[in-house]
């Protein structure tokens, strides 16, 4: 049973994680300042320090948050009954829908860069899988010869594609897809990817 200082403790920490992901979903990580996000939480400066080692760890706790929102989109939009090219339809079309509602944190995940020689903790890094972990299924049936190591070296690759075209529609490269083509373009690149999973992947 919790203490009331581990359960103070344990309530700050989350009143400064909403903090942080409130002020990110309105102006961005650019927008984010540790006075900014204590005074949201209705406490000290110093007192982030009690509970994360930095802004940093802050926005790595906010970042686990949206990887498992995201998780939790991509796997409620699978059926059962889909076909394989049927799920990577609805995988796909449940990522765009999640990143045209989360814009803000959606970029904070991938363009977040620590700001000091610190690495990013293991824990958070294994978070990332949920962005491929449900690809291997439809596509170990597409392709029940490649090895578990294969398949998830060809769900990253498969991923990787579509990520690429959503990034560069939604920060507005001079190549970019229009924003308002977005889902109906990524439809078409899954489609010509399902067709295509016969070639040849290295086996690991």
Partial sequence: MQS???ANRADL????IEAAEARIAADGLRGLKARDVTADAGCALGALYNVVEDLDQLIILVNSRTLARLGEALRASISEEATPPEKMQALGKAYVDFVLSNRKHWSAV??????TDAEVPDWHKQEHAVLIDNLIEPLAQMRPDLSPSALRVRAGTLFSAVHGVVQLSLHGRFVGTPPELLASEVRALIDAMSRGTHLAVPEQ
């Fill in 4 to 6: 009331k200082r581990e």
């Fill in 110 to 115: 991938f363009f977040h860069r620590l700001s």
């Fill in 13 to 16: 920490r989350n009143r400064l």
